[in-house]
């Protein structure tokens, strides 16, 4: 692992502080020569949320030995004819996927989505710079009980419809609450899309929030719905991810039912009473409806919006 100290140089870069880190990488704050603010990304050893060490407590010290226990990080994905493997990456798998990334994202133009400016590699590892994003993340907001925007959401919908359409982003595959940045001015950016490679066929996402291991817009329509339905109940619809059959292209009897058993849920006003009625069909479309997409979800909530 490279661990970086402040006031070290890496490259053009001097580092200012640790930020945080997820399953598969460490983020610092640091500056151009220009005194320009950006953010360093720099893979880890190895990686997979059930192999990064984690905190005995939640606590504002962020550390890049540990990560908060309220958080969710990303796992390794490797799909294969007979379904997925769920293991972790190496750190030579990890480099890989963070060029990979980096090439994606510097081809990307949204105000919604975090820019990777450049990527250089820096004592044989390779690091990603990119824009240094100043707010909160959504999990930030959630925990301490502060205000929830559903334009916020549709903010997010319409700029992955954008990136789509475009052929820039066909979609982000780990939304999650960690991954979704609010600015002071009250814009949305997203971070973190699932690190992928089509000729490894792995993509890295958090399976509490693509349950299905998705890899194409519903995956982001899915963590929508799921995230919605942990704001409003303050619980995950589904407490066991993966689903045994996800990636699996069999599509038999067994699995319909399989499938039909898992995606079983309580409903959110069961939870919470005062949930709005539209919006618990919300969910509903988001979580169990194949057919329900980016362009109905920004249908659905632009009317929820107008009649709120």
Same mark, same amino acid.
Not at 65 to 78: L, Y
Not at 106 to 131: M, W, Y
Not at 175 to 187: D, H, R, T, V, Y
């Given at each position: 692992?490279?661990?970086?100290?402040?006031?070290?140089?890496?490259?053009?870069?001097?580092?200012?502080?640790?930020?945080?880190?997820?399953?598969?990488? *460490?983020?610092?704050?640091?500056?151009?020569?220009?005194?320009?603010?950006?953010?360093?990304?720099?893979?880890?050893?190895?990686?997979?949320?059930?192999?990064?060490?984690?905190?005995?407590? /939640?606590?504002?010290?962020?550390?890049?030995?540990?990560?908060?226990?309220?958080?969710?990080?990303?796992?390794?994905?490797?799909?294969?004819?007979?379904?997925?493997?769920?293991?972790?990456?190496?750190?030579?798998?990890?480099?890989?996927?963070?060029?990979?990334?980096?090439?994606?994202?510097?081809?990307?133009?949204?105000?919604?989505?975090?820019?990777?400016?450049?990527?250089?590699?820096?004592?044989?590892?390779?690091?990603?710079?990119?824009?240094?994003?100043?707010?909160?993340?959504?999990?930030?907001?959630?925990?301490?009980?502060?205000?929830?925007?559903?334009?916020?959401?549709?903010? /997010?919908?319409?700029?992955?419809?954008?990136?789509?359409?475009?052929?820039?982003?066909?979609?982000?595959?780990? *939304?999650?609450?960690?991954?979704?940045?609010?600015?002071?001015?009250?814009?949305?950016?997203?971070?973190?899309?699932?690190?992928?490679?089509?000729?490894?066929?792995?993509?890295?996402?958090?399976?509490?929030?693509?349950?299905?291991?998705?890899?194409?817009?519903?995956?982001?329509?899915?963590?929508?719905?799921?995230?919605?339905?942990?704001?409003?109940?303050?619980?995950?619809?589904?407490?066991?991810?993966?689903?045994?059959?996800?990636?699996?292209?069999?599509?038999?009897?067994?699995?319909?039912?399989?499938?039909?058993?898992?995606?079983?849920?309580?409903?959110?006003?069961?939870?919470?009473?005062?949930?709005?009625?539209?919006?618990?069909?919300?969910?509903?479309?988001?979580?169990?409806?194949?057919?329900?997409?980016?362009?109905?979800?920004?249908?659905?909530?632009?009317?929820?919006?107008?009649?709120?």
């Amino acid at each position: 692992m490279i661990k970086l100290e402040v006031g070290e140089s890496i490259g053009t870069y001097r580092v200012l502080e640790f930020v945080a880190r997820g399953g598969f990488s *460490l983020v610092y704050l640091a500056e151009d020569q220009q005194g320009k603010k950006v953010a360093l990304k720099v893979g880890d050893v190895a990686g997979g949320g059930r192999y990064v060490t984690r905190f005995l407590e /939640i606590t504002d010290s962020r550390q890049p030995e540990g990560i908060s226990p309220d958080e969710t990080p990303a796992e390794a994905i490797f799909f294969r004819q007979d379904g997925v493997r769920i293991d972790f990456l190496d750190v030579h798998e990890i480099d890989e996927l963070i060029q990979s990334e980096s090439a994606l994202l510097q081809g990307c133009k949204s105000p919604n989505l975090v820019h990777t400016k450049e990527c250089f590699t820096h004592e044989g590892r390779s690091i990603a710079v990119q824009d240094y994003v100043r707010g909160k993340t959504l999990r930030e907001k959630i925990r301490a009980l502060e205000g929830i925007r559903l334009n916020w959401f549709l903010t /997010i919908v319409r700029s992955l419809s954008k990136l789509s359409d475009k052929g820039q982003l066909k979609y982000h595959g780990d *939304l999650k609450p960690e991954n979704i940045i609010i600015k002071p001015s009250g814009s949305v950016v997203m971070i973190d899309p699932a690190m992928r490679s089509e000729l490894r066929d792995v993509i890295t996402t958090t399976p509490h929030y693509n349950p299905l291991l998705l890899r194409d817009s519903k995956a982001d329509v899915m963590a929508i719905g799921v995230m919605l339905y942990e704001i409003l109940t303050g619980v995950l619809p589904f407490d066991e991810v993966p689903w045994k059959f996800a990636g699996s292209e069999q599509g038999g009897e067994e699995e319909r039912l399989s499938l039909s058993y898992f995606l079983s849920y309580p409903p959110a006003k069961d939870l919470n009473p005062n949930t709005p009625e539209a919006l618990s069909r919300i969910v509903y479309r988001c979580l169990i409806v194949p057919e329900y997409g980016l362009a109905e979800l920004e249908g659905d909530l632009v009317d929820f919006l107008r009649k709120d």
